[in-house]
């Protein structure tokens, strides 16, 4: 089946790949909005072509490709590493290449998942952007959150040999609800204090739970289960939310699926391409794009972006380890939700989360990572993950001291709490599973 082909790739899984993204701000006055020329400007050669046509789009200096996102933010995308040290040299390098273009500019890159302080406002102009816009509209106001208010870090590892990619996929969703707890990092949005942990994760749920709901994981891996079929139905199954063209918009009908148009809902058959772009409008916590990506981690705070990184290389990189990783989450599986909001307030994903985090300690000297990255590792560990926090919940100190402190000088606060700290998501099935 094309799709299965497509989506997941066999072979030994010897690769490890990163997308850092980063709500960018004015230094010194966080308030400020963008605007889409002086950041074209600013990346010079490597502004990509959705703001500069005819761009270049040089890599930076160690290969990762910038992009920007619908409201600003700024990703880069790591080339395809043979190792963890490999690839923390190489994000390293060009986190430092993209930090040193913005630093004339008066711009800096932030370390939470969302912008606390600016509404969402799109900078970027292009046809998919405008689609996507007009049909997360159509449900409610989390679309344009999620496309220009928030960062993700994203981790990239192959989907395996063919007795392990339904382990690896099994293992990376059940692993959400407790990473996505662990690395929380969005509490504020727009002004706000969300009442969320995640604010960003709370944006991408509610947006459009047809593309964006966690997939469905056969929880004992029987041998006639096949994660590429699934996925293949699911890919048929969601709405369009485009239909490129060379001219005008690209807006769709509202509820047309992939499976429609092959059977003649809009005009034209379309082809293998066309369906390609589709997968890329799906977006699940994990998504198969030959490897497999994992997307339920927000920024993290400057300095911490390898820690995820460097858990689920190693979670992932024994079979066995993989396998205990996946068993000590089994009471948390489909808490997506609570763990958004929660973070590790939640006390089975706190449980779970001390014993994931554990493995990955007892794992990463096979890894041979610095030593350095092994210590940030077991201090998170101890002094975060066993204390049940995660990294909103500093963010929400530092945030509510700022307030305070500004108070106290009789300034008037910059952000507000809100009326309502909870959604009612009639799709969320009582709150407990997507």
């Known amino acids: 089946m094309y799709v299965a082909s497509v989506c997941f790739k066999h072979g030994p899984p010897k690769l490890l790949g990163a997308e850092l993204e980063w709500v960018v701000q004015h230094s010194g ?35 990762s490709i910038v992009t920007v996102e619908p ?43 969302s912008d606390p302080h600016r509404p969402s406002r799109r900078l970027v102009d292009i046809p998919r952007y ?98 590429a079929a699934d996925w293949a139905r699911r890919a048929l199954d969601t709405p369009l939310l485009c239909q490129r063209r060379p001219w005008g918009r ?11 148009w092959l059977s003649g809902a809009l005009p034209g058959r379309p082809s293998t391409a066309d369906l390609d772009y589709h997968l890329t409008t ?4 994990v998504r198969p794009q030959g ?15 390898l820690v995820p990184v460097a858990v689920l290389a190693a979670l992932l990189a024994d079979p066995a380890v993989t396998a205990a990783a996946r068993d ?22 706190a449980a779970a989360a001390i014993a ?22 077991e201090e998170i560990t101890e002094h975060r993950v066993r204390r049940g926090r995660c990294p909103a919940d500093d963010l929400t100190s530092a945030m509510a001291g700022g307030i305070a402190t500004r108070a106290a000088a009789g300034l008037p606060a910059r952000l507000a709490e809100p009326a309502v700290t909870e959604l009612d998501w009639p799709h969320c099935n009582g709150g407990q599973t997507l």
Request: net charge negative; aromatic share 6%; glycine share 8%.
């Open 291 to 305: 490897y497999l990506e994992v997307r339920y981690l927000d920024t993290q705070p400057v300095g911490q972006w």
């Open 328 to 349: 000590a989450c089994a009471p948390t599986v489909g808490r997506w939700l609570q763990a958004a909001q929660r973070g590790l307030r939640d006390d089975a994903l």
């Open 71 to 113: 409201g600003g933010q700024l990703e880069i995308s790591s080339p395809p590493c043979t190792s963890l040290t490999e690839l923390i040299v190489t994000v390293e390098g060009d986190t430092a290449a993209l930090t040193d273009l913005l630093d004339p500019a008066g711009l800096v890159l932030t370390g939470s998942g």
């Open 29 to 63: 006055n966080p308030h400020r909005p963008l605007q889409a020329r002086h950041l074209a400007d600013t990346l010079g050669v490597h502004v990509p072509n959705s703001l500069v046509p005819d761009s270049p789009q040089t890599p930076l200096p160690y290969g």
């Open 356 to 377: 994931v985090f554990e493995l990955a300690c007892h794992a990463l000297p096979a890894l041979d990572a610095p030593a350095e990255v092994q210590v940030l590792v």
């Open 130 to 227: 405008a689609a996507m816009e007009t049909a997360f509209d159509r449900i409610g106001p989390m679309g344009r959150a999620m496309m220009c208010s928030t960062a993700a870090v994203q981790v990239c590892l192959d989907a395996g040999t063919p007795a392990e990619v339904a382990l690896r996929w099994a293992a990376l969703n059940d692993l959400g609800p407790v990473l996505l707890a662990a690395f929380a990092n969005s509490p504020w949005m727009g002004g706000l204090r969300t009442g969320w942990a995640s604010s960003r994760m709370q944006a991408w749920f509610a947006l459009d739970p047809a593309r964006t709901r966690p997939s469905r994981v056969h929880g004992d891996l029987a041998a006639d289960w096949d994660p």
């Open 282 to 285: 799906l977006f699940p916590p």
């Open 250 to 260: 690209w807006d769709v009908p509202s509820g047309v699926t992939f499976a429609d």
